[in-house]
């Protein structure tokens, strides 16, 4: 595999970004190695700027659910781009894009479109504060909600990555204000309120974690935060910017069939443009301004090729009835045959998988929280993570999160990649 054009761009991107990129986990500390300079994408596939071609399990961390560059979407853009990129005044598909977000997921009856994951969970959690008149929030350990300061304790995803799960530069009067309790631990839940009765405003949660590898909810979990945030007065936040409109047509709270308070929602919704949205119980969301004294602005949110791209995204999830059928199918499909795989070889492994979002972990044990996946060997991954690069299939640079089956993956991509995974692990365990 050539990686000369990558080198070069790298070297020169490292004098003028902190470590060479506009995002931690891109650098590829964790795996080693100089990181991929992508130049061009459609479908399942990926392209460097050394004309090496992958079959792509990170569909820019979640958001390419129909595949890279899908036809409609690139129509759709060219269209609208014509008539400008940004007006920062009203536009119809702002209203159009609310209404059917709203038509999709049930708990969002109104909704503010914002920029990013991060903005959107910041004004979640600035809305739970005014809408209960208390200041501390409970989050999970190794669950990541974007990088605000009050997020950054105990936080997954690239901090995890970088062994810097609490970062320099958040005042400690701000950390305090977070509490961290144990994913899958209601116990552990239950005494935080008890401890602090009166004083809590927000539980947020990531309800399938995708930031520490994919970790599904056990049974009840989920329903029991329900019940304890009802009981206490507490709003009930769902960070669905990543599995929002990934695990079902209204995201991760459809399949597992509970209702949270206030939703935050990116990635799909942007088709691959930046955005993101805060939506949930109409009597909460309209404390947000104008309507309320809560405040929130932004000069590009609800920009108009945003709202485009999402929009014909949604749709197309929408209007085909077998579309989510089909995408479970492929998904089992690669993960059976990973597992497969590790069978016959004995390996040391864990699969966990809901849906089109999965992760191998290389730990024997079940990873269910946050010091399951700490477990894991991290070394013995970045061997593995060239492995298959080698063999040209792109996972992400990370143990610590999540991949993604896409609509375009066909059944020669799923096959290709279950032979590259048996040579890899022969390789990595030999």
Known sequence: MRTGASDKLFEQARLLMPGGVNSPVRAFRSVGGTPLFIKSASGSKVRDVDGNEFIDYVGSWGPMILGH??????????????????????????????????????????????????????????????????????????????????????????????????????????????????????????????????????????????????????????????????????????????????????????????????????????????????GGRREIMELTAPSGPVYQAGTLSGNPLAMTAGYETLSLLAQDPTFYLALEAKSAMLADGVQRNIDALGLPLTQNRVGSMSTLFFNPACVKDYAGARASDTTRFGRYFHAMLERGIYLAPSQFEAGFVSAAHSTEDIERTIAANSEALHEVFS
């Open 69 to 278: 560059a899908h036809p409609q979407v690139v129509e759709a853009l060219a269209r609208v781009i014509r008539d400008g990129t940004s007006f920062g005044a009203p536009t119809e598909l702002e209203v159009k894009m609310a209404e059917l977000i709203s038509s999709l997921v049930p708990s969002v009856e109104m909704v503010r479109m914002v920029n990013s994951g991060t903005e959107a969970t910041m004004s979640a959690v600035r809305l739970a504060r005014a809408f209960t008149k208390r200041d501390v929030i409970v989050k999970f350990e190794g669950c990541y909600h974007g990088h605000a300061d009050g997020f950054l304790v105990k936080a997954g995803s690239g901090a995890m990555t970088l062994g810097t799960p609490d970062s320099p530069g958040v005042p400690a009067a701000i950390a305090q204000e977070t509490l961290t309790a144990t994913f899958n631990d209601l116990p552990s839940v239950e005494h935080l309120l008890d401890e602090n009765p009166g004083k809590i405003a927000a539980v947020i949660v990531e309800p399938v974690v995708g930031n520490m590898g994919c970790v599904p909810p056990v049974a009840g979990f989920l329903e029991g935060l329900r019940a304890l945030t009802q009981r206490a007065g507490v709003v009930l936040i769902f960070d669905e910017v990543m599995t929002g409109f990934r695990l079902a047509r209204g995201g991760a709270q459809e399949r597992y069939k509970i209702c949270p308070d206030l939703t935050t929602m990116g990635k799909i919704i942007g088709g691959g443009l930046p955005v993101g949205a805060y």
